[in-house]
């Protein structure tokens, strides 16, 4: 097992509009998180949030999974754009790949994902759709430490909110968000802060 460092560089990754990478930026400005964002890397090169980036002056990649002929290569040069700033935590924001073993053991217990669901609930794509179809009363969102099985990593933290029977999908992931921007970066902060480990899978504070 990997236990804490004391590597406080982030890599957040990215392929849509970087709400929750937001949320990491306000908190490392406002002193909540105290973590530097070496990088922001995006798969597309029309990711909103490379802009949010770029605002604060945070350095900005765009990899194009498309210009890579196979997930090895991507990850390859993934892994490269994070090594040589000294990335120490990877943090996926809504990031639309999946990761090969060779990334997930690049970084061993050093990469953590924000999920839309109460995990192992509803794994996958569209969680808060998947939880409103299913009718549960109560959804939310998890932090977990990447494994390189989809969305079933170690939890570090969980959020819940309820189902009210007006809700439509939308209102449904709107509530969800809020919470997702709350705990990711008090997720983030939990891990680059030590004083934990994992047993199994269980994440567990000392
Ligand atoms: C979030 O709902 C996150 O949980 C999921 O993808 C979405 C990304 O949204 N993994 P944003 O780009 O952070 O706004």
Redesign the pocket.
């Given at each position: 097992m990997v236990g804490p460092s004391k590597n406080r560089r982030l890599g957040v990754l990215?392929?849509?509009?970087?709400?929750?990478?937001?949320?990491i930026i306000d908190a490392t400005e406002t002193g909540r998180l105290d973590a530097t964002i070496a990088v922001v890397i995006a798969n597309k090169e029309d990711?909103?949030?490379l802009e949010r980036a770029r605002r604060v002056g945070v350095d900005t990649a765009v990899l194009k999974h498309t210009s890579y002929e196979s997930r090895e290569a991507y990850d390859g040069a993934l892994i490269n754009e994070l090594r040589r700033r000294d990335v120490g935590l990877v943090c996926?924001?809504?990031?639309?790949r999946l990761l090969s073993v060779r990334f997930v053991e690049a970084f061993p217990n050093r990469i953590v994902?924000?999920?839309?669901s109460l995990l192992p609930a509803f794994p996958g794509l569209d969680?808060?759709g998947q939880a409103w179809t299913h009718g549960v009363k109560v959804a939310g969102?998890t932090v977990h430490v990447v494994t390189p099985e989809l969305d079933a990593g170690p939890i570090v933290l969980q959020a819940t909110v309820p189902v009210y029977d007006t809700d439509t999908p939308e209102d449904l992931?709107t509530r969800?968000?809020m919470e997702?921007?709350r705990i990711?970066p008090e997720a983030i902060a939990i891990i680059l802060g030590g004083g934990w480990r994992i047993e199994g899978r269980r994440f567990l504070r000392e």
């Open positions: 990215i392929s849509g509009r970087g709400s929750n990478l937001q949320s990711a909103g949030g996926l924001a809504g990031f639309m994902n924000i999920h839309p969680g808060q969102a992931a969800i968000l997702e921007h990711y």
